[in-house]
């Protein structure tokens, strides 16, 4: 039911914006986040904002280049990609998490999207 789209191809420095579509409008009250998981490693968080977009939550190596928002009233969240670098590449999960509030944490998020591949080349 979630749908996540947006992935491609950049140079590092470039920019991406993923998309997560909700089509059963599920997530309206519920937190969203994004996760990423690169080859062989393990699937780690990325991003989180709460139901109304009061609140946001970033991993630290993310602060200040992307930026999530939402817009309940189309039943989307993006996350906006600037100055990509090669250690981005990585397969973008978008979530709905258990609870209203931000959180990093797998274990709050019940309902997973398929990924959207992003690869940063150097």
């Known amino acids: 039911q979630l749908q996540a789209s947006g992935g491609g191809s950049v140079q590092a420095g470039g920019s991406l914006r993923l998309s997560c579509a909700d089509s059963?409008?599920?997530?309206?009250?519920?937190?969203v986040g994004w996760f990423r998981q690169a080859p062989g490693k393990e699937r780690e968080f990325v991003a989180s904002?709460?139901?109304?977009?009061?609140?946001?939550l970033y991993k630290d190596s993310v602060k200040g280049r992307f930026a999530i928002s939402r817009d309940n009233d189309k039943n989307m969240v993006y996350l906006q990609m600037n100055s990509l670098k090669s250690e981005d590449t990585a397969v973008y999960y978008c979530?709905?998490?258990?609870?209203?509030?931000?959180?990093?944490?797998?274990?709050?998020?019940?309902?997973w999207g398929q990924g959207t591949l992003v690869t940063v080349s150097s």
């Open positions: 904002i709460s139901w109304n977009g009061g609140s946001t």
């Open positions: 059963r409008r599920t997530f309206t009250n519920n937190g």
């Open positions: 979530a709905k998490a258990r609870t209203a509030a931000v959180s990093s944490q797998k274990a709050l998020y019940n309902s």
